[in-house]
Nanobody, 130 residues
């Protein structure tokens, strides 16, 4: 059974940095991608947007245009356990959201497609004040 535990959310000033962590247990090779999504205040869960994703096997990554150059996704993988990090630099007020970690099975170009992910964490809150 896949279990996801996120941590690292906090309140920071604009221009600051945060590092989110997602401890994913029970991840089999068939569920080969992990991603961070975010849900802005007032938005529904169906409106969660992909931020960054990574293939567990290859380490290949993808980023939303809005975070390229500011966010970095990385992983520390072991048998049936993956810890995925999201380093967020130069944070902006528009980055304020609940951030969710998700695990799924992705095709080569679908790392940022929400419907590829079927396991979700509980979320961690990031608040950026200007």
């Amino acid at each position: 059974q896949v279990q996801l535990v996120e941590s690292g959310g906090d309140s920071v000033q604009a221009g600051g940095s945060l590092r989110l962590s997602c401890a994913a247990s029970g991840v089999a090779y068939s569920r080969n991608c992990v991603a961070w999504f975010r849900q802005a205040p007032g938005k529904h869960s169906e409106e969660r947007e992909a931020v960054a994703g990574i293939f567990v096997n290859s380490g290949r990554t993808a980023y939303a245009d809005s975070v390229k150059g500011r966010f970095t996704i990385s992983q520390d993988a072991a048998k049936n356990m993956v810890t995925v990090f999201l380093q967020m630099n130069n944070l902006k007020a528009g980055d304020t959201a609940t951030y969710y970690c998700a695990v799924g099975t992705c095709l080569q170009y679908s790392l940022l497609q929400r419907n590829e992910y079927n396991y979700w964490g509980q979320g961690t809150q990031v608040t950026v004040s200007s």
